[in-house]
């Protein structure tokens, strides 16, 4: 069956503009998460969505950064006038339920470039 | 809060020997770990997870891993290595609640040698 996934692939965008990425997870599952990936570190968490409940957004670094899970089910994680320090690998991973009991599937991320 | 530390920023081994990547955590509540496996340009993929069941898992491709309590470990193992074993692998927590997301650890790149 299809995994997630996750668009575009690659965005190279200049400091100061504002980029939307894209989600689509795995069919029936009703937790979707946003993570940071920079290099030589570990996955960042940023947003967390389960159900129809309030989203976690503990991990969003600023006001910057924002997410919304249209549906129960697509999700955009955008980035108001970005920073150099913004580019990373963003990754989105859904799964059936919480995060304790149930595996995350991961999309291949987004490569966002700021120069 | 929990928290994760993985040990090993890199490991080499050689093709047949065995492999040892080591991770200790910090946990308020009694919690799951997962071991985590990304290839070059690909996922992540999940190896395995201990949720409070037995304490020796077993997982994909040949790994294991044990959770040891008293020692806040959750070593990932495996007995011979392979050319396609190498990738990054991070360990990850999560707390008792499973209602906070999972906490990664900075991964530890594991190299193979023929």
């Known amino acids: 069956g299809a995994g997630v996934s996750q668009s575009p692939s690659n965005k190279v965008t200049e400091k100061g503009k504002d980029v939307e990425l894209r989600c689509d997870p795995i069919?029936?599952?009703?937790?979707l998460y946003w993570y940071r990936q920079s290099l030589g570190q570990g996955l960042e968490f940023l947003i967390y969505?389960?159900?129809?409940?309030?989203?976690?957004k503990s991990g969003l670094p600023s006001d910057r950064f924002s997410a919304e899970r249209t549906g129960g089910s697509v999700s955009t994680l955008t980035i108001q006038r970005t920073q150099q320090e913004d580019s990373a690998v963003y990754l989105c991973?859904?799964?059936?339920?919480?995060?304790?009991?149930?595996?995350?599937?991961f999309g291949p991320g987004t490569r966002l470039t700021v120069t | 809060a929990q928290s994760v530390t993985q040990l090993d920023s890199h490991v080499s081994v050689s093709e047949g020997t065995p492999v040892l990547l080591r991770c200790n955590y910090s946990?308020?509540?009694?919690?799951?770990l997962f071991w985590y496996v990304q290839h070059p340009n690909k996922g992540l993929q999940l190896l395995l997870k201990?949720?409070?069941?037995?304490?020796l898992v077993k997982g994909i491709n040949g790994f294991e891993a044990e959770f040891k309590k008293s020692e806040t470990s959750f070593h990932l193992t495996k007995p011979s290595a392979h050319m396609s074993d190498a990738a990054e692998y991070f360990c990850?927590?999560?707390?008792?609640?499973?209602?906070?997301?999972?906490?990664f650890g900075k991964g530890t790149r594991l190299s193979v040698i023929a």
């Open positions: 991973a859904s799964s059936f339920g919480g995060p304790r009991f149930y595996e995350q599937y």
């Open positions: 069919s029936g599952h009703t937790a």
């Open positions: 969505f389960q159900g129809n409940s309030a989203p976690d």
């Open positions: 946990s308020s509540y009694s919690p799951s």
């Open positions: 201990y949720t409070s069941a037995a304490t």
């Open positions: 990850v927590v999560s707390d008792q609640t499973g209602n906070t997301p999972l906490v």
